[in-house]
């Protein structure tokens, strides 16, 4: 996830999607760990008395609507909870809070049936009108960073200003009564269901926050959002210290399955060694990639036992540092990492003979050890038009810069066509936020494109800083990353729809200024066509699959974006967890209430 700002349709439809900061998780003190042993409510039966111990980076907010970092989400997840949700990261939607749901013939008049009996962590009832105010909340707070999800993506009707905004009381939710809530949109979206799985939708008690019209607000913003969110989720928040720790405890009123566990703990760790030296000292039950560097991963002590029927790797890996031996899986998630080149300040030919010195797998390989693949396409291969043979089959038949090769004659052919040579060096910038991982990588293209007549700098900047360059337009290259909001190439491909490039534009969605050439005006008139077949009907999806490859062929004519890298996630935990496995959506989707631990040794 990442930041997004909210802009009206009259400027451009704002995307949506989770730029992926990649940055190395940290932390400090061990999680604390409660010994009382508590009785389940809900769904569930006898608790268990333990803490899940986690490593979580630096959190921004806790406000469902405000969070755009992964960090963030990953706590949120546990505290609230929508309509629908992906079960264990599973990209297959389910009811969470809806009993059941009904959809019109012509897609744009949904009924939902809420659980009976569902409460907030406060102790109040959840009712359709918890619904209508969150979803309020979506459109029209100032806090919001996701209002497009409910006015442009999914497009429930509304009103609009002269200025073409929102105008806060007009949308069209409404509840009927305590248990059904209806919504009515301008046009049918193919992954409505999923969108409102994303936690932007959860539902909060009516009045909980004064920052819409109609509200004075049972508490100030900033406590509701720092120190006393108030959801209806599995776990019920406890306490949020800035930059050390973060805690949830069991909610044993949870309308699904009671937590087996007493609550998490997320120590937040910022360095990727001290977050290993804190794993291999067992601080930590369950840890990711960062978690395990590269420089202490050895691809040598992984045994994939099996895969299952949704692709997932499962096995062991060990024995680690501490002579232990982790239960190991490894998800090939829905994501993309890529440079982005702002066409302003990068000419074109320097744009392509990187594309060509760039041999994405070999730089995967040697700065990963395997923990990932080579990307052709920004659309990930789950999710590509076809699936992942497809995606394979047109990079290798079509990418124009070599396909897991490095290209070094075309890369200096490229240049000196341009006018430049061993006397006549062209320069740009590629900045990087702050990882390691980028800087291998790129310190593999700066030595490539050496022979080429570039001489590339490289800088590092915080994400927040990088952002804030990129939306002014003061970036000539930068690396970002993009994880999945819903499970479709369009939730990728419109940080490629060119309007929402410019960043003389408030808002832009990404920082490449991709306009005035003929690529760019296909890639426009492709993602029109996507808006125009945005239904859930095999013609329409035929006609957006058919636009979503002429994007991804424009972008490679141009190198606006050059794709990089598709992250494997893995997971690493101490075989005295059990835990349920997660899917291609990502582990920040995925709830704790059914982990149980064991014994600690």
């Given at each position: ?23 190395a ?5 061990a ?25 979580n ?22 505290i ?13 939607v ?6 059941s ?46 209002s ?146 590269t ?38 998630t ?19 003979a ?8 070999i ?15 920004f ?88 952002l804030?360059?990129?939306r ?6 930068y ?28 808002g ?84 704790y ?9």
């Amino acid at each position: 996830m990442s930041e997004k700002s909210n802009v009206s349709r009259r400027r451009f439809l704002e995307a949506t999607g989770s730029a992926a900061s990649a940055v190395a998780l940290a932390g400090q003190a061990a999680g604390q760990q409660t010994t009382t042993t508590q009785q389940g409510g809900g769904g569930g039966g006898q608790g268990d008395g333990k803490t899940l111990q986690r490593i979580n980076s630096t959190m921004s907010t806790l406000d469902p609507i405000k969070a755009t970092d992964t960090a963030s989400g990953t706590v949120i997840q546990q505290i609230f909870d929508a309509l629908m949700n992906y079960p264990d990261g599973r990209i297959a939607v389910n009811n969470l809070l809806a009993e059941s749901h009904e959809v019109s013939d012509d897609f744009t008049s949904y009924t939902f049936n809420l659980k009976q009996g569902a409460t907030f962590h406060n102790g109040d009832e959840v009712t359709a009108q918890d619904f209508v105010y969150s979803w309020e909340r979506l459109a029209a707070s100032e806090n919001s960073r996701r209002s497009a999800f409910i006015l442009e993506n999914i497009g429930v009707e509304h009103e609009t200003t002269q200025d073409g905004d929102y105008r806060p009381g007009t949308l069209a939710v409404e509840a009927q009564d305590d248990y059904t809530l209806t919504m009515e949109t301008s046009a049918p979206f193919h992954a409505t269901m999923e969108l409102l799985a994303y936690t932007s939708f959860a539902a909060l008690p009516e009045g909980i926050v004064g920052d819409i019209p109609g509200y004075e607000g049972e508490m100030p913003y900033n406590r509701f959002a720092t120190s006393n969110p108030i959801g209806a989720g599995p776990f019920q928040f406890e306490r949020w210290q800035s930059n050390q720790e973060a805690a949830v405890t069991r909610f044993d009123d949870y309308h699904g399955q009671t937590a087996n566990i007493a609550g998490v703990t997320w120590s937040i760790i910022e360095d990727d060694q001290a977050a290993y030296t804190y794993t291999m000292n067992k601080n930590a039950d369950v840890v990711f990639n960062e978690n395990i560097p590269t420089a202490q991963y050895d691809p040598g002590k992984l045994n994939v036992e099996n895969t299952d029927d949704l692709s997932r790797e499962v096995g062991t890996y060990g024995p680690v540092e501490n002579g232990a031996t982790m239960d190991y899986l490894g998800v090939q998630t829905i994501n993309s990492f890529y440079i982005g080149f702002n066409q302003n300040n990068v000419e074109e030919a320097a744009r392509k003979a990187t594309a060509y010195a760039l041999n994405q797998q070999i730089a995967v390989d040697q700065v990963f050890k395997g923990r990932g693949n080579g990307a052709y396409h920004f659309t990930p291969p789950r999710i590509y038009p076809g699936g992942p043979q497809q995606y394979n089959q047109h990079a290798e038949n079509n990418y124009p810069y070599g396909y897991n090769e490095t290209q070094l004659e075309q890369a200096r052919q490229m240049m000196e066509d341009a006018g430049y040579g061993p006397n006549n060096q062209y320069q740009f910038t590629l900045t990087t936020y702050q990882s390691t991982t980028w800087q291998s990588i790129a310190k593999i293209i700066r030595d490539q494109l050496a022979s080429a007549h570039i001489d590339l700098q490289l800088q590092q900047a915080p994400f927040s800083t990088l952002l804030q360059r990129g939306r002014n337009g003061n970036l000539q290259a930068y690396t970002l990353g993009w994880i999945m909001d819903w499970p479709a190439p369009d939730n990728f491909l419109n940080l490629l729809y060119p309007p929402a490039t410019d960043t003389s534009q408030s808002g832009p969605l990404s920082y490449v200024n991709w306009s005035d050439t003929q690529a760019a005006q296909q890639a426009t008139q492709a993602w029109e066509k996507i808006q125009n077949n945005a239904a859930p009907s095999d013609q329409a999806e035929q006609a957006r699959n058919e636009a979503y490859v002429t994007i991804e062929e424009a972008n490679w004519q141009d190198v606006v974006f050059l794709p990089v890298y598709h992250r494997l996630d893995q997971e690493f935990r101490y075989q005295w967890v059990d835990m349920p496995k997660f899917g291609s959506a990502g582990p920040s989707r995925q709830m704790y209430n059914k982990t149980t631990i064991g014994q600690r040794n």
